[in-house]
Structures are given as structure tokens and as C-alpha cells.
């Protein structure tokens, strides 16, 4: 268990709708990961967030948003979903952005139907 | 275009084998490699590369930098069953304020006992 706690596991939704993942870090850590992860483009980064400020974006659709709440949990909105955006959503956490180990949680699998 | 290409895609050993994975990549301000071991769900970090030339070691896993020609290669000696998994390997890029993550493929490899 690495501590990174990702909620709900399974979300199964039709076309066009909106779904929220969220991601609760380890105790202490500041700095929050989002990626995505398909079987046609690998996986991919997505967002950063350090302490509730935005510090790196990747390839983030203008469709996905994120944010990073006072008590350094985050949340994925995800919106006017397509099939395209069914893959498996990773959260991870690190005490420093990008300079220490980042520990993953176990995933979001999003299928859009 | 950054890009970060692992050979072999796919690898099969027996149990006790020796294998190296490659890692090349070709990216703008570049500024650390990681290599992160993915089993059946979340990605666990295994090292985080900097600086050319020094091997870093875990166990029976090691890895190296080559900053001048542009890849690092993951040792791993005396392969187990619980070696089986899928070898990630990203490349960290910053510029000022601004960081991006690029994984390559992976490399699936698979122990046979």
C-alpha cells in the first residue's frame, strides 16, 4: 500500500457526461500527480499541483480540470466525456514536486460506454 | 518532437537470466530519467537518474546514464518469477518553473521459471 488513496476504483459512464476522480496523497506529502494511462498512448502526465497552486501541466485536454483542495487532497473533473477517454486514471504524491520518489495510487478505471 | 523509446517492447527469460532494457531518448532540457517497475496496477519507482556515469543499485537491479549518447539502460541479475512486469522509463524536462513527463512505451518483460 503506498499511502496515495484513489476513489472510486471503477466508474463506468456514458458519452458526454462529467465524473470527478479524486486522489487523497500520503500523510505529508505536498505535491500531487495526475496521469492517464490507455492502451494505445502508454501513459501519460497530465497535471501537477504543489501545495494548491498548479506547477506543471502536460498533456491535459481542455475538457479534464483539476484541482488541489486546503488539505492538499486533489480532484480530476473530467467532462463531455468520450469514448476515447476511457483508460486508467493514476494519482501519485511526493514531498517534493519532481526532486523525490512519487508514490502511485492503484487507479481510477474509467470506462466511458 | 521529445520522444523516449524502450527496446526490446517485449522480453521472456527463465528464471536466473540476466537482462538489460534500453532507454533512449531525445527531449529538450532535459534534466533526470526514472524508471518505474508497473505490475498488475500502480507504478512503483524503482530509480531517478541525474547525473552520467554513476550506477545506481537496488538488490539485483541497477541502472546507468549516458547523458552524451542519450539512453540509460535497467539491469536486472538473476531474474525471478516476481521480476515479471512492465519496465516504464520517463524522462523529466524542466525550464524555469516549467517541468514535463515523457514515458516511453515500457518494455513488458516476463520471467518463466
Known amino acids: 500500500d503506498s499511502g496515495v488513496t484513489q476513489t472510486p476504483k471503477h466508474l463506468i459512464t456514458a458519452t458526454g457526461q462529467r465524473v470527478t476522480l479524486r486522489c487523497s496523497p500520503r500523510?505529508?506529502?505536498?505535491?500531487v500527480y495526475w496521469y492517464q494511462q490507455s492502451l494505445d498512448q502508454g501513459l501519460q502526465f497530465l497535471i501537477q499541483?504543489?501545495?494548491?497552486?498548479?506547477?506543471a501541466k502536460g498533456n491535459i485536454l481542455e475538457r479534464f480540470s483539476a484541482q488541489q483542495f486546503p488539505d492538499l487532497h486533489s480532484e480530476l473533473n473530467l467532462s463531455s466525456l468520450e469514448l476515447g477517454d476511457s483508460a486508467l486514471y493514476f494519482c501519485?504524491?511526493?514531498?517534493?514536486?519532481?526532486?523525490?520518489?512519487?508514490?502511485f495510487g492503484q487507479g481510477t478505471r474509467l470506462t466511458v460506454v | 518532437e521529445d520522444k523516449v523509446v524502450q527496446s526490446p517492447l517485449s522480453l521472456v527469460v527463465h528464471e536466473g537470466d540476466t537482462v538489460t532494457l534500453n532507454c533512449s531518448y531525445e527531449?529538450?532540457?532535459?534534466?533526470?530519467l526514472l524508471w518505474y517497475k508497473q505490475e498488475k496496477k500502480a507504478p512503483t519507482f524503482l530509480f531517478m537518474l541525474?547525473?552520467?556515469?554513476i550506477e545506481k543499485k537496488s538488490g539485483r537491479l541497477s541502472s546507468i546514464l549516458d547523458k552524451k549518447e542519450l539512453f540509460s539502460i535497467l539491469n536486472i541479475t538473476a531474474t525471478q518469477t516476481g521480476d515479471s512486469a512492465i519496465y516504464l522509463c520517463?524522462?523529466?524536462?524542466?525550464?524555469?518553473?516549467?517541468?514535463?513527463?515523457?514515458f516511453g512505451k515500457g518494455t513488458l518483460l516476463t520471467v518463466n521459471p
Open positions: 499541483y504543489y501545495n494548491g497552486e498548479e506547477r
Open positions: 500523510s505529508g506529502d505536498l505535491s
Open positions: 520517463a524522462v523529466l524536462q524542466s525550464g524555469g518553473s516549467n517541468y514535463k513527463l515523457t
Open positions: 527531449v529538450t532540457n532535459f534534466r533526470s
Open positions: 501519485a504524491s511526493s514531498v517534493d514536486p519532481w526532486n523525490t520518489e512519487a508514490f
Open positions: 541525474t547525473s552520467s556515469g
